[in-house]
């Protein structure tokens, strides 16, 4: 199906470059990877979108580790970045530093498009320079936009994106396309879903709910609780990176794709979702972090924002084809987990 097994990847030779490793997601990854034995160095901006002592903890516990370098620089910035790759000579590279934010992407577009588009760029290009074995990028579930079909499958149309910061990541994979057209550069974006766990960012959904909670505040509940959406636990997330970094796509032989594959036809090029594969209500959600609490939430019931969608909900087969791997913890797991880590963090 137009895919290579990277039996070349010998964790302790392989050196892989990972952007946004002060980050949540990046943060996980490069522990994971770390852990296996590769040779890690992260490129992060530390930016103030959210709490970078938070960040800070991340990259220090990162440091512990004996492979594990990290340069702080901005990927706007593309003498540093560009020096950074040539000097570190990745065999692989891990995109995920983003701009992120649905709801801030409407109240200030212009930084999405600075470091989501100029910067993916930046990425894009020294990945084709440097010839690597692999790029793998993060997009989002968001790009699926007004879509009403459900389960969100790959290969379905996705032109419709409701906010800037969906319509940066669409960029970012038609970007990526091009390039893995023009330069045989084998390239693999993953669509995130709602994705939650211990040393989550603190504007996302649960980190704001449990902190409201054990402050006596009130939680802001949008469209009445009627949400729906496929929570994906970190340690999930990662492991189907992980598997991922070895389902190397191969241009396909006289443009033939497989049913179900997202392969392009013309390029090593394909999208894969990363998701639970289960829709959950939001007041389902909430009720999980209220039993985990041993505390209810004084809850604040709100229309539905502007650029948000009712439903996500992740079609997972194409991940198990590739992979033999499904995300598969349950929420309420997810959640008290979460709760655990939150209390020693914050010491509340």
């Known amino acids: 199906m137009g895919t290579k097994t990277n039996r070349g990847l010998q964790p302790a030779t392989t050196r892989v470059l990972i952007t946004g ?61 560009d020096a950074t790759v040539d ?28 470091s989501n588009v100029v910067g993916t760029f930046n990425v894009i290009e020294a990945a084709r320079r440097q010839q690597v074995t692999h790029l793998l990028m993060a997009s ?87 949400m729906y959406r496929d929570f994906t636990y970190i340690d999930d997330l990662v492991n189907g990176i992980r ?27 394909r999208i894969v979702n990363i998701g639970n594969s289960d829709k959950v209500r939001l007041l389902d959600f909430i009720e999980a972090i209220e039993t985990s609490l041993g505390k209810r939430a004084n809850r604040q019931y709100m229309e539905m924002q502007q650029g948000d969608v009712p439903a996500t909900w992740a079609d997972g087969s194409l991940l198990r084809r590739l992979t033999g791997y499904r995300p598969q913890t349950d929420f309420r797991e997810g959640v008290g987990r979460f709760v655990a880590w939150y209390r020693e963090y914050s010491g509340k």
């Open 21 to 81: 490793t002060a980050g949540f997601i990046g943060f996980h990854l490069a522990r994971k990877l770390l852990a296996e034995g590769f040779i890690v160095h992260g490129y992060d901006g530390l930016i103030d979108y959210y709490d970078v002592a938070l960040k800070r903890r991340r990259h220090q516990m990162l440091a512990d580790a004996p492979y594990f370098t990290a340069t702080e620089g901005m990927l706007e910035d593309q003498l540093l970045f």
């Open 87 to 114: 000097d570190f000579a990745p065999d692989v590279i891990v995109h995920l530093a983003a701009q992120a934010g649905v709801r801030y992407s409407i109240e200030n577009p212009r930084c999405y498009i600075e």
């Open 140 to 226: 989002t579930s968001s790009v699926y936009g007004a879509n009403t079909r459900m389960p969100y499958c790959e290969t379905d149309k996705a032109d419709a994106q409701l906010t800037i910061y969906a319509a940066s990541k669409k960029a970012n994979e038609a970007m990526a396309h091009s390039y893995a057209h023009l330069w045989d550069l084998p390239t693999t974006m993953f669509r995130f879903f709602t994705v939650y766990g211990p040393w989550g960012r603190p504007d996302m959904a649960l980190f704001k709910f449990v902190d409201a909670i054990l402050d006596d505040r009130p939680i802001d509940i949008y469209n009445h609780g009627e």
């Open 243 to 269: 598997l991922l970094l070895d389902a190397v796509p191969e241009r396909p032989v006289d443009g033939i794709v497989s049913d179900g594959d997202s392969l392009s036809p013309v390029a090593p090029f």
